[in-house]
């Protein structure tokens, strides 16, 4: 056994085994002693093989104070009361070793009763009695205490020595009672009471004693063990912190190296995402070159060729500017959400052509963030035949040269397989929604005698074609159509008042003309009135 454990069987340890050997023993002399004394019938009254407790004990004193209950100033009445008070001091030893063998107890408290039951009616002796056995009840307070605290092997074994010296009391104190009334009061003269019974009450006090210097150093040897047990953890503690700070450092360390790690690799991928991103872009620049030179595209004339045929016209034809009458009306529209048309209605002979320009120049300085397409007249285009496949397809054209995306990403990006497969207008519609893909809005504007001259001057079937221009594409797309192009009764009858907008529009030099030509009328009629004064 280590030091520790030597400390530990000081507070800790349980064990009944020497304890046992002490109680049998005492035990055994007890009966041997009361046989020697007493008959088989009494020798029942003490307890041997009875179950008598404390209870029964107390019940005894009970009766013997209320017999002395009319001589409450008597000393016999005064040590019953006393002994009663403490009487309960005796359990912790009597009673600790009931579990083991029940009649180590009951011997003891048989041999109680049997006493004061016997001495009741003698004064002297009830007196002396109690006080012998209230002096010895003096000594165990403490004993309860300690067992709970510390129920160890030495613990038990001082409280078996207890109980020894405590039976060996009672069998001396039988002894006394049996020797009849002239030898106590011979041995009174003799030998006091104080002097006889000393030796035994100095036995219970030292093992009372042993009790208590037990108790003090069981709690000297918890203190120690707790003071190792601090040390120990103070040292496991250091250990561990030196662990965690070799973890600590070797985190940091793989750390660094991992975030050094994934620094490279994003910069790898970042490199990666620059070359894929370059090839992409370079792959759609090819993929968009084959397809500006497909036969059946190269027919069609570029956006910006459009563009500058009808600004050329517009140079030639007038020095005026398309004006806006209600711009209220023009502002609520580019507001509204999702998809719209907007039909400008133009007052003189070129103004449809004049408004398109005009709205084409404010969307390109005022809405870089979408996309703007348009269909306008071209050369030569009255001397061709233009089809509604024919817009469509310029303005697939020019969709695929603003959003080049659409040719490598999109769940079916397009290719030049499917624009030589197009063949129908739905082929083509199909074509510019997925040639719109990741556009948040559009800008369709459609010049509205190119329209007609596709549609043959059915202008019902010119606004079918825009119709469905908006509900092919997935895109918010805003298109512009002058009102001379498009079938204004199917308009107001068959679509939704708040889908469509009309605005009306003027020539800004016949507008300042008209206004001259008012202006001179009216400063007429004033000089013609002050002329009449």
């Known amino acids: ?59 005894t004193l009970e009766e013997s104070k209320r017999k002395y209950e009319s001589k409450k100033t008597s000393k016999v009445h005064k040590w019953l009361c006393v002994l009663s008070n403490k009487i309960m001091y005796y359990a912790p030893v009597v009673d600790v070793f009931a579990q083991v063998q029940p009649e180590y107890s009951s011997v003891i408290w048989g041999t109680m009763k049997f006493l004061m039951m016997s001495v009741m009616n003698h004064d002297e002796m009830t007196r002396r009695l109690s006080k012998a056995f209230a002096s010895i009840a003096d000594l165990l307070p403490k004993t309860e205490l300690s067992l709970l605290l510390y129920p160890t092997e030495r613990m038990v ?54 009790v208590d210097e037990l108790t003090s150093a069981a ?11 601090i040390l120990e953890t103070r040292e496991q503690l250091t250990a561990s912190q030196q662990q965690i700070q070799q973890v600590s450092d070797f985190i940091k360390t793989e750390f660094k190296q991992l975030l050094e790690l994934a620094l490279a690799n994003q910069s790898v991928q970042n ?20 397809i500006l030179t497909l036969p059946f595209l190269t027919a069609l004339p570029a956006p910006g060729e459009s563009l500058s045929h ?11 500017r398309p004006v806006m009458r209600e711009q209220g009306k023009l502002q609520h529209w580019a507001a509204m959400p999702g998809s719209s048309f907007l039909f400008p209605r133009c007052e003189y002979r070129q103004g449809s052509r004049d408004v398109l320009l005009e709205l084409i120049e404010v969307f390109k300085n005022e809405n870089s963030a979408c996309a703007l397409l348009w269909a ?102 805003r298109i512009i159509v002058p009102s001379a192009g498009i079938d204004l009764e199917y308009v107001r009858t068959n ?39």
């Open 495 to 533: 679509w939704n008042g708040d889908d469509w907008m009309q605005v009306r529009v003027e020539d800004s030099a016949q507008r300042e003309r008209a206004l001259r030509s008012t202006r001179r009328a009216r400063q007429s009629r004033q000089n013609q009135r002050r002329g009449r004064r």
């Open 219 to 229: 709690v000297k040897a918890e203190m120690r063990e707790t003071r190792m047990q």
């Open 376 to 477: 306008l007249r071209f050369p030569g285009c009255w001397d061709k035949t233009v089809t509604p496949t024919d817009i469509l397809r310029m303005l697939v054209l020019q969709a695929l040269q603003i959003n080049p995306d659409s040719l490598q990403k999109g769940v079916n990006p397009i290719t030049i397989p499917h624009l030589r497969d197009a063949a129908s207008e739905q082929d083509w519609l199909a074509l510019l929604d997925r040639a719109l893909v990741g556009v948040r809005r559009v800008y369709l504007v459609l010049d509205p005698d190119l329209l007609n001259h596709a549609t043959s001057q059915n202008r019902y079937q010119a606004t079918k074609l825009v119709e469905l221009m908006s509900r092919s594409i997935r895109t918010e797309v």
């Open 271 to 290: 490199q990666l995402r620059i070359d894929v991103s370059s090839s992409a872009q370079m792959i759609s620049n090819v993929q968009l070159g084959q």
């Open 1 to 59: 056994m280590d030091d520790r454990s030597r400390i530990r069987a000081w507070y800790s340890q349980t064990s009944y085994k020497h304890a046992d050997d002490v109680l049998k023993e005492a035990y055994e002399k007890a009966k041997v002693s009361l046989s020697e004394t007493f008959s088989t019938d009494e020798i029942a009254s003490f307890g041997i093989g009875q179950d008598i407790s404390l209870d029964d004990v107390k019940k």
């Open 157 to 210: 074994e001082a409280i078996a020595q207890l109980y020894s010296s405590m039976m060996a009391f009672m069998m001396h104190a039988v002894k006394w009672y049996k020797q009849g009334r002239i030898a106590h009061t011979w041995s009174s003269i003799a030998k006091p009471w104080a002097l006889e019974f000393k030796d035994h009450a100095d036995a219970i006090g030292d093992n009372a004693r042993r």
């Open 310 to 320: 009808c600004q050329s016209l517009r140079v030639h034809a007038s020095k005026g």
